[in-house]
Structures are given as structure tokens and as C-alpha cells.
């Protein structure tokens, strides 16, 4: 199982990114996909999630509106659009698989990838 996520890197406050997640090694159309990031110092947080058709996605307060998870099943792809990127959205962010759905707690993910590194300066 594996899950590689990447697209991270140094942008200013009010850009964009995207960031994708190429799964490979299990059943990716029958998982719940979520993005979570983590600070230092801070516990993983619940950034996104899409259900493992794609037809719900759950957004956190801070991200709701500036945020969009998608998938495509047919290249085991997610992807996380940022937009209007402020300081705050600074940490690693993580792709995870959710065999029961597309929890916003991270102890209910099944597989996680080793994160990609978003820094937004002011």
C-alpha cells in the first residue's frame, strides 16, 4: 500500500497550490479520501474529505470556501486545490484512505502517505 502525495513547496499568502495523491496497493475507488495537516507541536488536523465516489466532500471551518477536495478513480488520484492561501495553511499535509468512509478523525484512517510540505509566507 502507498500513498504518495505531492505538490508542496513556498508560496505567498493568496496563491494557489494543488496538491495530488497517487494511491496504489489497495481497492482506491473503495475508500473515503481525506487531506490532514500538522504543524509542529500541533496534533494532525482534519483539512478535507471526498466520499469514494466523489459525490460528498466535508470541508473544516478554516478551509471551507478556499478549499476543494476532488478524486479520480480511473488514476487513483486525489487532489486538494488551495486557494487564497494564508500563513495559517502552513504544515505538512497528508493523504489518507478510509476503508468505513470519509472521517474527519484521523485514528479511523486505514493508510496514510508520508505528507508533502506547504509553507505560505505573509
Known amino acids: 500500500v502507498q500513498l504518495q502525495a505531492f505538490g508542496g513547496g513556498l508560496v505567498q499568502a493568496g496563491d494557489s497550490l494543488r496538491l495530488s495523491c497517487v494511491a496504489s496497493?489497495?481497492?482506491?475507488?473503495?475508500?473515503?479520501m481525506g487531506w490532514f495537516r500538522q504543524t509542529n507541536g500541533k496534533e494532525r488536523e482534519f483539512v478535507a474529505a471526498?466520499?469514494?465516489?466523489?459525490?460528498?466532500?466535508y470541508y473544516s471551518d478554516s478551509v471551507k470556501g478556499r478549499f476543494t477536495i476532488s478524486r479520480d478513480n480511473a488514476r487513483k488520484t486525489v487532489y486538494l486545490q488551495m486557494n487564497s492561501l494564508e500563513p495559517e495553511d502552513t504544515g505538512v499535509y497528508y493523504c489518507?484512505?478510509?476503508?468505513?468512509?470519509?472521517?474527519?478523525?484521523?485514528?479511523?484512517?486505514?493508510?496514510w502517505g508520508q505528507g508533502t510540505l506547504v509553507t505560505v509566507s505573509s
Open positions: 489518507a484512505a478510509d476503508r468505513r468512509g470519509s472521517s474527519c478523525h484521523p485514528h479511523e484512517y486505514d493508510y
Open positions: 496497493g489497495f481497492a482506491f475507488s473503495d475508500y473515503g
Open positions: 471526498v466520499t469514494w465516489s466523489g459525490g460528498s466532500t
